[in-house]
């Protein structure tokens, strides 16, 4: 079960897992408050833990949870939310030798947790094996604390050292080794326990609160140096790798040991048992003393033994102490010494830089890392830690049980709900990863197959109650659908089946646990057991569903009535289909998906490749005409397989743009009609109006659509997969539609009785004959199912090879092929024009391959796509805009082709020769060397004979050494056929330096690229790509291979509709409101996530803007450097995303008045948008202009004038020459200009920054004005300094001269223009201000509404906000 594992160890800062997991036993499911999270205490996530010394300032916490109650998130969630709020209360707490202290706790939190704090307190993180006690008693672990009589504020607890166990022994070692390694980043470099890298505190020389305040008083200008490294100035050439992880000092930690490990001696004789042994300990110290120790029921001690003579009886003096680290002090001068300043540092540092991550981030590039001795290291290697980090002692987890208990958890209310959401995330995280480290297991050849008689590739594993097989077509299952091609896509098609059925959630209906990871060349699916289906054959075990494709063919009523539900929301139409013997049977699912039930009773479906429907555009099929936007473009395409499927974001933009349809043509026939009657006139309006913004009236209807519907902008509401029709409940089966008719008719139909459509009476509309017929014709119209609504579904079996539908449904079948063509069409014609639209109005910034390949995904588009859209880009007009986009796109499709080409590659590699080969491929693929000849292991000679026995055990064991034939022109070919072959994009290339010069690309990016889509690891070194004289790459430089992962993203529901909420109340200008939102979303995240996830950061980043806006510098200060922390620990050090959060933070610093932070920030946030994707960018402009800006307030002209001039260019070439964006340009460079004295060239850039203005926004525009006003300023200091020099020639040194007034800019005046550049407003904040403001706001949307005015153009600084980031 899970409550075992559940909320423990997921966020414990400092501890390993083990160290409390097995305490947790069999205690009930605890509940934490929503604050309880970023570390396992009782911290406030958003308490103030500047110092990381936890120092408890609790104020926040307090106002906080007012601030919950003040707004309960407009639904129904009021009361619930007061529910998890509890105020905390103070105790004491009384640790043998140390001074009592106070630790601030809440009611809800366990007795372990307050375990926690005192494991990662500095005075007292060297106890693990003790009890607290309160009066003598001792307090149970699992009690909550709000059940613990006598407990109330000012108690005083006692921490009672209790006796060791093995069990207790081992947890104490490895927490000492744990405090040892606390600052070593080697983990985080290797991938292992949730551990990654961030860089944040050496740019802000450890923290931004009120100590980095301290330090940098004092005036500031004086000691900045601002010059940036030569690679970041703009239009550097050179792209190093090295200042990707700049060196921390701290890293290098100072000794307290040489050597702790586990003795030859172990475990105790008998006799030694029985005087209380546990276990033998051999340490080296740094002053070189070998020592051998003792582990007691009592404690440590010293005892004789040496290293080859065995003598247990204790030493004299023995230094019996309870703790090690007591024993060490005592033995170890240095180690008393070092192991206080290392604690000293690592509480120091910010939670956040130590809190393990929910999922592993693997770092590209990693130093050369010394390998030290570390006994708990390889105890874990070779126990495979099966049994021991799984907590449950004694047996391995059960994760199918696991995963199906926590679906079942009650969800009728918040706690509940938290509760549930919590524990499921938690499994699904540790499942994760528990698969990946299978899946390495299985392809590094440590798992016996359970059909070890069959060839490599048909093996199949199981390892840790999790089920193993390879991506290849086995016994030819896949023949007919592309063979191993096929089978190669089948996993990840199933996985985004899973994430469907997993997200619509239908109680009783269950899918298996699936894992996609992708290791050194082949691609393992990791999946759940049920229960009993090893003990079955298939055959009888299926009683729903095909296991033959759709040739025999059963069915259940069950799991029709299950899959009923699921039908609306993944708009599944249920239909029938022949079998064997020609009888017609009942589906609502593709024929794969086959129904089993698990010996649990559970109802499973598995299979569920096909759950969305073919994409026909890359599926031909004789005799089928595709609509004319699809042939244009050459398709239909032959595909690779025939399990092309759509993506479920673009069925839902589908649907969305059939029902805007549907109710255009509704209300146009109804208007018709009601011309021809000449009756009302005045209603007319009224109905177009329904007619614009039909989603806003059909969410109403929609159950949890409160917030979709505040939500400004009407797309978002079908974006998150929960669109009008999939929210309203089946039971009012009546769709959203109709309650639309309800709300126009009344207004068209005078008869219709009002009172009938005030209770949902869904025949009003219908009664009357004429519009009944109106539905049917728009219904007929958009295709869809039902002629009395709008409802449209698809069937998945349509173009099935091997499927065969009844004579009856003839008609039907014909119409879904229509929809189908249709669907097709809608993605060529709509959605990929509007993914260019959206990238040349700058809606979407894709930066690299992960951000490029998200914009696809996000409207639909698969990525296979990838060619088309590229030639799209290349025809249109506005090219030269788009060039980012088209290199990136460029950049994406040969990493990916060189993807497929590596993985076939390698798995010809053996083992042995695997860094060889990678290096060698890497120089084919990247470096200038033009016969990059592959260096051959040296032992290969050796080994040939003896490997030729084992030759199928191991998959790619074979003796294989055709990879060192690989050629760069070889290469270059292959990729180029492989780009044409797959995306159907020709690429004119015969090698690297071709490509980079006809596409404008970069190597270093190019290399990032393949190494994250691959999971190669390289040392990070300046690679020389260019030389004509050797290869880039040795084998040297590939330190690790790392598994690629795809698994489902459990989400927090509660708490993004309050994040959705507080982000609508924002746009509306509601900041207060909105800010309690979101930080009452904050909470419910916390609680559900734990303290690291995405979602969090996007929380965070908002806050910080909020907090800014709003005039709270160190508060946004605060919460930003926790989104940038969060940024870099979550999705990369070099993610865009973390890029784009170091900018905002470089804002807030200089907010604060720390200028060099800021400058150093902005350095870094350019470096790594020059690795990612080069300096042409428009995001780029936006880099420069603020470093531009900065640079202008600490008085150094000449260089902000490069990055201005940089950002000037760049805007006018991505924002066209008469954007407002470069008008703001031009003004920021004649204002350096001013500062210069340098008039001329001043009023020159001002002119054209006018002239902008006057044609965009008329004379009588406030930034005309200004701009005016600027100019004649401008003319008269020119006027005056002219004076001053020809009074100077005319007189000589006598002359009289009038002192001219040389500005340099205030700070207040950088940060204005700041704020500007980055689409801040700030707004006084009175209260009559915020009224005025408010009904600015609702004015505008009325308008808007109302089709008056149209957007106002982006550049306009007057939107309140209109550029909060939103995710």
């Given amino acids: 079960m899970v409550s075992k594992t559940d909320d423990i160890p997921a966020s414990v800062p400092d501890c390993n897992p083990v160290d409390l997991a097995d305490e947790a036993g069999d205690g009930p499911e605890t509940r934490r408050t929503s604050e309880k999270d970023s570390c396992c205490c009782g911290h406030s996530a958003d308490t103030a833990m500047v110092n990381g010394d936890r120092a408890h300032e609790h104020t926040e916490e307090a106002e906080s949870k007012q601030d919950g109650e003040a707004d309960g998130g407009e639904d129904s969630n009021e009361q619930e939310v007061i529910v998890i709020q509890d105020t905390g209360f103070t105790v004491k707490i009384q ?181 209380g042994d546990l276990m033998y300990l051999y340490i080296v110290t740094v002053e070189e003393r070998h020592v051998s120790l003792t582990a007691s029921t009592r404690g440590f001690y010293l005892n004789q033994s040496t290293t080859y003579t065995f003598n247990p009886k204790p030493a004299n003096p023995s230094f019996l102490s309870h703790s090690l680290v007591e024993l060490l002090s005592q033995i170890s001068p240095a180690f008393k010494k070092n192991f206080t300043a290392l604690q000293k540092k690592r509480v120091q540092r910010h939670p956040f830089e130590r809190i393990a991550t929910p999922f592993q981030v693997y770092s590209w ?509 290349d025809k249109t007009p506005a090219k030269a805009q788009l060039e980012h986009f088209y290199r990136i796109g460029i950049t994406e499709l040969i990493t990916r082709c060189a993807k497929h080409i590596f993985k076939t590659y390698l798995q010809g590699v053996e083992l042995s020769a695997l860094s060889a080969a990678v290096s060698h491929f890497l120089n084919c693929f990247l470096s200038s060397f033009p016969d990059a000849v592959a260096h051959l292991p040296p032992d290969e000679l050796v080994s040939r004979r003896k490997s030729r026995k084992r030759r199928n055990r191991v998959p790619g064991g074979g003796d294989n050494t055709a990879w060192a034939s690989l050629t760069p022109s070889e290469l270059w070919k292959n990729i180029a056929s492989e780009a044409k072959s797959y995306y159907h994009f020709t690429l004119q290339c015969e090698s690297v330096d071709q490509v980079v010069e006809k596409y404008g690309l970069q190597k270093i990016t190019l290399l990032r690229e393949i190494s994250i889509k691959t999971g190669i690891q390289i040392l990070i070194k300046e690679c020389n790509f260019d030389s004509r004289h050797k290869p880039a790459f040795t084998e040297e430089d590939i330190l690790n291979i790392f598994p690629v992962v795809k698994h489902v993203n459990p989400k927090a529901s509660d708490a993004f509709h309050f994040f959705q909420s507080g982000q609508a109340k924002v746009q509306q200008g509601f900041l207060k409101e909105g800010c309690e939102l979101i930080n009452e979303a904050l909470n419910l995240f916390n609680n559900v996530y734990g303290a690291m996830h995405v979602e969090i950061c996007a929380c965070l980043r908002l806050l910080a803007r909020l907090n800014y806006i709003m005039g709270d510098h160190p508060e946004a200060l605060s919460n930003q450097q926790k989104a940038v922390l969060m940024s870099e620990r979550v999705l990369g050090i070099e993610h865009p995303n973390t890029i784009q959060e170091y900018m905002h933070l470089a804002l807030y610093c200089f907010a604060n008045g720390q200028l060099s932070t800021a400058l150093k920030l902005l350095y870094r946030a350019r470096y790594l948008m020059l690795l990612v994707c080069g300096e042409d960018h428009p995001e780029m402009a936006l880099i420069d202009s603020n470093i531009g800006l900065v640079l202008h307030g600490v008085m150094e002209y000449d260089l902000s004038l490069r990055f201005l001039e940089n950002s000037l260019t760049n805007n006018t070439k991505y924002h066209g020459p008469r954007s407002l964006k470069v008008a703001l340009s031009h003004h920021l460079v004649a204002r350096v200009y001013e500062s210069k004295a340098e008039f001329r060239s001043a009023l020159q850039h001002e002119k054209e920054g006018y002239t902008i203005y006057k044609n965009q926004m008329g004379e009588a525009h406030e930034k005309t004005k200004e701009s005016s006003e600027y100019l004649k300023y401008l003319t008269q200091q020119a006027v005056a300094l002219q004076r001053t020099m020809n009074e100077i020639y005319k007189n000589g040194s006598n002359a009289s001269i009038t002192p001219l007034k040389f500005t340099a800019p205030s700070m207040a005046s950088v940060l204005e223009q700041l704020n500007i550049i980055n689409g801040i407003i700030f707004i006084p904040l009175s209260q009559k201000d915020l009224e005025n403001l408010k009904a600015e706001v609702q004015r505008r949307q009325q308008l808007q509404e109302l089709g008056k005015i149209d957007e106002p153009t982006e550049d306009t600084p007057l939107e309140l906000e209109d550029k909060i980031p939103i995710d």
């Avoid at 921490?159 to 093995?166: A, L, N, S």
């Fill in 95 to 275: 640790a043998p030798g140390t001074e009592p202290f106070d630790l601030q706790v809440s009611p809800q939190e366990m007795v372990q947790e307050i375990h926690q704090v005192l494991m990662d307190r500095e005075d007292t993180c060297h106890r693990t094996c003790f009890s607290l006690q309160l009066d003598g008693n001792v307090l149970d672990n699992f009690a909550e604390l709000k059940s613990i009589e006598g407990l109330q504020e000012g108690s005083l607890l006692k921490v009672v050292e209790e006796p060791y166990t093995v069990r207790e022994a081992r947890i104490h070692v490895r927490h000492i080794r744990d405090l040892l390694k606390s600052l070593d980043p080697s983990d985080a470099y290797n991938g292992v326990d949730c551990n990654s890298l961030s860089f944040l505190s050496i740019f802000t020389d450890g923290d931004l609160g009120d100590s980095g305040k301290r330090k940098k008083k004092g005036n500031e200008l004086e000691q900045i140096d601002c010059t940036p490294p030569e690679h970041i100035l703009p239009g550097s050439k050179e792209r190093p790798l090295v200042p990707l992880q700049p060196q921390n000092k701290d890293w290098k930690p100072t000794q307290c040991l040489k050597v702790l490990t586990m003795s030859g001696w172990n475990p105790p004789p008998g006799n030694r048992k029985m005087h």
């Fill in 365 to 873: 590039t990693a130093p050369q890392v010394d390998h030290a001795m570390d006994c708990v290291r390889a105890e874990d290697a070779y126990t495979s830690r099966l049994g021991y980090e799984e907590h449950i002692p004694g047996q391995t987890r059960d994760w199918n049980e696991e995963l199906q208990t926590t679906r079942e958890l009650p969800r009728k209310n918040l706690p509940e709900r938290l509760l549930r959401e919590r524990a499921i995330f938690k499994v699904h995280s540790d499942f994760a990863a528990a698969a990946t480290r299978g899946a390495m297991a299985v392809i590094d050849g440590n798992v016996m197959a359970i059909n070890p008689g069959e060839e490599t590739k048909m093996q199949m594993f199981i390892w840790n109650n999790i089920f193993f097989s390879l991506g290849f077509d086995v016994r030819d299952h896949y023949r007919e659908l592309g063979g191993d091609a096929a089978a190669h896509a089948a996993p990840t098609n199933d996985l985004n089946g899973v994430r469907a059925y997993g997200a619509v959630d239908v109680e009783g209906l269950y899918t298996l646990g699936t894992v996609v990871v992708d290791y050194r060349g082949y691609r393992v699916t990791a999946q759940s057991i049920i229960p009993g289906i090893l003990e079955r054959e298939q055959e009888q075990s299926v009683i729903y569903g095909s296991i033959d494709f759709g040739k025999t063919v059963v069915t259940h009523s069950k799991y029709l009535e299950l899959l009923d539900k699921t039908s609306r929301p993944l708009k599944v139409q249920k239909h029938s289909v022949l079998n064997e013997k020609e009888e017609t049977v009942e589906l609502c699912s593709s024929v794969e998906c086959k129904g089993i039930i698990g010996n649990d009773g559970r109802h499973y479906i598995l299979d569920l490749l096909r759950t969305f429907p073919p994409d026909l555009n890359f599926l031909p099929v004789d005799g089928e005409e595709l609509s004319p936007e699809s042939q244009r473009l050459g398709l239909p395409r032959q595909h690779r397989h025939r399990l092309a499927c759509l993506r479920q974001e673009l069925i839902e933009a589908f649907v969305e743009h059939r029902y805007l349809l549907f109710m255009k043509m509704a209300a146009l026939q109804l208007m018709q009609q009601k011309a021809n009657k000449d009756s009302i006139k005045t209603d007319a309006p009224a109905i177009t109006e329904t007619s614009e913004t039909p989603t806003e009236s059909s969410a109403d209807t929609a159950r949890t659509q409160t917030t979709a519907a505040e939500s400004s902008n009407p797309a978002d509401v079908s974006t998150d997969s929960t669109s009008q029709s999939d929210s309203s409940t089946s039971a009012a089966s009546q769709t959203a539609l109709e309650s639309d008719e309800n709300s126009s008719k009344p207004t068209t139909n005078g008869p219709v009785d009002p009172a009938a459509t005030q209770n949902g009476g869904c025949k009003s509309p219908l009664e009357d004959p004429k519009s009944r017929e109106v539905v049917l014709n728009a219904c007929k119209a958009v295709g869809s199912i039902s002629n009395t609504s709008f409802d449209i579904r698809f069937n998945p079996d349509i173009f099935s090879p091997g499927v065969s539908f009844p004579e009856d449904s003839a008609e039907d079948v014909q119409k879904q092929k229509q929809l189908l063509k249709d669907t097709a069409a809608f993605l060529v014609s709509c959605q990929i024009p509007s993914l260019v639209k959206d990238c040349l109005d700058h809606s979407a910034l894709p930066m690299d391959g992960a951000t490029l390949t998200e914009a696809l995904h996000q409207r639909g588009i698969n990525v296979r796509y990838l060619g088309t859209v590229l030639e799209f880009v």
